[in-house]
């Protein structure tokens, strides 16, 4: 089951937001400015928060740092809502970590409904790249490196691919100030991505990655300097 809803996340009336066990899968960034506060801070003071994915590292280290959980994490949950700043590349670790959230939903026989809340994609409409040949790559939505769709969407498009059947439910991007406007971010969504400038680079200059050139992380400028 899908649905796309049209009102901001803490306005959802969903009993299993208010009365059942919910957790929040989300990165350093899902921060409201408009309300000073964080997406896990709404089912906190509701007293149904049950627990909270996040990266497990805060270091540069953009190959390995993914958000941490098992399938024993998901047991006896109503809901996970997922907020994460998606950059614009089917590569982004934090995108894939919802995929691999998604599959192991699907292998669950009472999966939690999965709530996304949406955001724009920083690296616009266009579209760049190759789609996967193979699918040893696993985790990932067959769409081009760079994909031009918004998260909930690519979600949506990774639902069907994967033959997923618990409810899925995006919150629009355009429900609220805070995703309405693309703002520059006051956290960055991941230590590699300092700003919303590296999201036009990030598709391509990710690629670098393990080889033997530097694609200039741990500067202000990541993916637009190139070293040996």
Partial sequence: MFSFRTSPIEEQLDKGLHEGKVACFC?????NPYTSSHLYDIFRERGNLQGIFLPHDTELTPDTNHIDFSAEDLEGLSAVVVEIQDVG????????????????????????AIYVVDHINPAGRVVEGTIPAIESDIWTPKVAHRHGLTLGEL???????????????????????????LLPWVIAPASD????????MYSGGGLWNNTSLSPAIGTARPYEYLGA
């Fill in 193 to 200: 991505i300092p700003g919303m400038f590296t999201c036009e």
């Fill in 89 to 112: 590349a089917r590569y982004f670790n934090y995108t894939r970590d919802v995929m691999r959230l998604m599959s192991m939903c699907a292998r669950i026989e009472d999966a939690p």
């Fill in 27 to 31: 990165t350093q960034n899902c921060w």
């Fill in 155 to 181: 979600c949506l498009l990774y639902y069907n691919e994967i033959g997923a059947k618990y409810p899925l439910h995006v919150i629009s991007a355009m429900c609220s100030p805070y995703g309405r406007d």
